[in-house]
Every structure is written in C-alpha cells, then in structure tokens.
C-alpha cells in the first residue's frame, strides 16, 4: 500500500508524508482496515482514495516578528 501511495503522489506530484490512502469498502459505507505491507489484491476492492491529512493550524509568528509596536521613533 505503500508503494500504491508513493506511485500515485509522484503521478500527481503530491508529497507523500502529507497524504494518506483510504480505502473505502464495497459493500457497506465505512473504510477497509490495511497494513502497510498489504497488497491491493488482498483487499479485494476496486477504489483506493488518496487525501491530504489534516495539519494543525498554526498562527502565523513571521507577520506578529516582523510588526513592531512601534515603527517609529517619534522625538520630542
């Protein structure tokens, strides 16, 4: 399964660590358990998803670094 993703994201031209296969079942709604190691052929299924993984948001620090309080230094 493995492989399936690298060979699919490299088609695509996805990175692979920020994906991930789903593999829905046939019959009844829900997903296929797998193993890294297990062939597609095994699972006896005929779709495979790839989907991005879900990240963390961050709040952006590079625009709050670069603002500063004040931009000038007023003389008096």
């Known amino acids: 399964m493995i492989d399936v993703l690298i060979e699919v994201c490299s088609v695509a031209r996805l990175n692979p660590a920020t994906h991930t296969l789903i593999v829905p079942s046939d019959g009844v709604s829900g997903t296929v358990a797998f193993t890294a190691s297990q062939s597609l052929q095994s699972l006896g299924v005929s779709t495979v998803r790839v989907v991005a993984k879900l990240q963390p948001s961050k709040p952006d620090q590079r625009l ?13």
Do not use: I
């Open 64 to 76: 709050s670094a670069a603002t500063p309080s004040q931009p000038f230094e007023v003389g008096t």
